[in-house]
């Protein structure tokens, strides 16, 4: 399909018309007789109209003591051009199976900084969105999966995000007192060149039939990082070549989850991507954050201010985001 008419498309749909649309091949005469293409055709449409395609056991994604958990996933992403903007996205669990999530995005300048400079406004919006759908309860713990960030910036982007979550939340009631949640925050990254392979990569009850190691392996001694508390998941199946594995680093946590109680519940929610029938290579948090910043590149817009280059240091105005109309709030699931 051609790039741009795509990006036209989901522009003009969500942000000026305001109803849900689904991009179908041309060569759909032979893509229909595939049964899987129209399989996940099937998926995404009903997403979008408010459906759920899988969901898993609540006491999966519970706490051990039984506490009901907000998932955050966010991610940002960077433009080419130097007078672009970055995109920020933020997304959280609307429901107790974490099938369900809302998305909330906003640009910001690019300075090469991971920060998320208004990440407290969009948890707040978030935040309002679970209490209004859960009865008007707020969950006792958030669990935050972080995308984007190099261990150069682990530190700063700590220092930064968390107090903004933590403000945020302390802007809502939990009976005389503030809400303040017990929180994780961890980072997932899949940009490293770290690599492993099974022993014996004949015996099935060590690899699968590519050689990989089998889906839901975990690494946490040896190679990982001499200080910081991380670890290696391989949580999917690679059709071809050797499966890449995701590196957590948990820079928070005050939940006090053991190791094994942490990769446990990474791995499950890897289970959890309502747009694929097998397991994801991440958190779907993680991934919702990933797709809504993709779709919120399209609605960014050449800015209408006449620019007049007075000095060579000037620099143009940086494009225009454009809002999600309305109409889709009802569909919270309207970028798959």
């Known amino acids: 399909m051609n790039t ?45 109209l408010g459906g759920v395609n899988s969901s898993l056991p609540e006491e999966k994604l519970s ?7 907000l998932f955050l996933g966010a991610d940002v992403t960077h433009p080419k051009d130097k007078n672009g903007s970055s995109i920020c996205a933020v997304v959280g669990s609307l429901d107790d199976q974490a099938a369900r999530y809302v998305t909330k995005y906003q ?22 969105d679970y209490y209004e759908k859960d009865e008007k309860v707020l969950p006792p713990y958030i669990i935050m999966y972080r995308d ?35 929180i994780i925050f961890a980072v997932v990254g899949k940009r490293h060149h770290t690599r492993i392979f099974p022993i014996n990569p004949q015996s099935k009850n060590e690899a699968d039939r590519n ?23 391989q949580s999917h199946y690679a059709n071809q070549g ?9 820079l928070y946590d005050d939940i006090k989850l053991t190791i094994d109680q942490f990769q446990s519940l990474s791995n499950t929610l890897c289970y959890n991507f309502q747009r694929a029938t097998s397991s994801v290579s991440i958190p ?13 590149k ?38 798959m």
């Open 107 to 128: 640009d910001q300048e690019r300075s090469g900084k991971e920060e998320i400079l208004k990440i407290d406004k969009m948890i707040k919006e978030i935040l309002k």
């Open 4 to 48: 741009e008419i795509y990006e036209t498309i989901k522009r003009v749909m969500d942000t000026e018309i305001g109803c849900l649309s689904q991009c179908i091949s041309v060569d759909s005469k032979r893509n229909f007789r595939n049964p899987q293409y129209c399989a996940n055709l099937a998926l995404k449409i009903n997403l979008k």
């Open 298 to 335: 399209m609605y960014l817009v050449p800015s209408r201010v006449k620019f007049v280059k007075k000095d060579k240091n000037d620099k143009p105005p940086p494009p225009k985001l454009l809002k999600l109309h309305r109409n889709l709030n009802k569909f919270p699931m309207y970028f």
């Open 148 to 182: 984007g960030v190099s261990e150069s910036q682990f530190e700063r982007v700590l220092r930064f995000e968390l107090p903004k979550i933590k403000e945020a939340c302390a802007q809502f009631r939990k009976g005389n007192k503030p809400y303040e949640p017990k």
């Open 63 to 69: 706490l051990p003591d039984g506490g009901k958990v």
């Open 284 to 296: 779907s948090p993680t991934y919702y954050a990933h797709l809504t910043c993709a779709r919120a």
């Open 211 to 233: 050689g990989n190691c089998l889906v839901g392996t975990v690494i946490d001694r040896k190679i990982t990082h001499p200080t910081l508390n991380d670890f290696y998941l």
């Open 242 to 250: 050797t499966a890449r594995p995701s590196h957590y680093t948990i």
